[in-house]
């Protein structure tokens, strides 16, 4: 059994949600429908945020939910935190448009 501190919701995810602070450095094993995968951290993960599973190329498609969330802006590397500084999101912020907008 996957550490539960680690939460994979679909097997098509290509990460997932730490639900504990993780330190870099460390092993986790994460269960993927059904299948077990030891990754260790690269960077720190900080509590409820994302951890890539696997290697993500830059503009691949990133997988929670199963659902795509966004793209990747950069390569990532299985067991870095997954976040606003190498995801592009699919969902825009309302004062980002807002800036956009009043720009021209």
């Known amino acids: 059994m996957g ?9 098509t995810d290509n990460l997932a949600t730490a639900v504990r ?6 092993t986790v094993t994460v269960d993927i429908g059904g299948t077990e995968r030891t990754i260790t951290v690269g960077d720190d993960i900080p509590f409820g945020h994302k951890i890539a599973l696997t290697d993500i190329d830059e503009g691949e498609t990133v997988y929670k939910y199963g659902k795509s969330i966004g793209y990747a802006s950069e390569p990532i590397a299985a067991g870095d935190w997954v976040h606003v500084h190498n ?3 699919n969902y825009g912020r309302g004062d980002q448009a807002a800036e956009q907008t009043a720009d021209g």
């Open 3 to 11: 550490d539960s501190h680690i939460i994979v919701v679909d097997s």
């Open 21 to 26: 602070t993780v330190d870099a450095g460390e």
């Open 87 to 89: 995801v592009e999101s």
